[in-house]
């Protein structure tokens, strides 16, 4: 298995593994629980598609070019910072 491969598996099981928290970690309102939950999910969805749609933009998925390092290391700042911005107005 390739360096891009495991962090393609890194990405996905990080990106479920906060998910899972953020929803463990939800205290539901007085108000109406089920409509906050579901709130919950929607802005935890709007974020994984986010980060998938940067990864994949930036060419971290593409299992069949070759990545070095500084290469890899590079292309997942520029992810990042492309898709912090829109986690932040989440």
Do not use: K
């Not at 969805?45 to 070759?66: H, K, Q, R, S, T």
Request: glycine share 6%; charged share 15%.
């Amino acid at each position: 298995m390739s360096l891009a491969q495991r962090l393609a598996w890194l990405d996905g099981v990080s990106t479920v593994a906060v998910l899972a928290a953020a929803i463990a970690m939800w205290s539901p309102t007085i108000d109406d629980p089920a409509t906050s939950l579901w709130r919950l999910a929607a802005r935890a969805g709007i974020v994984a598609v986010v980060c998938l749609g940067a990864f994949y933009y930036n060419d971290l998925y593409d299992f069949e070019a070759p990545h070095d390092v500084g290469q890899l290391f590079a292309r997942l700042c520029r992810a990042l910072g492309l898709a912090a911005p829109v986690v932040a107005g989440t």
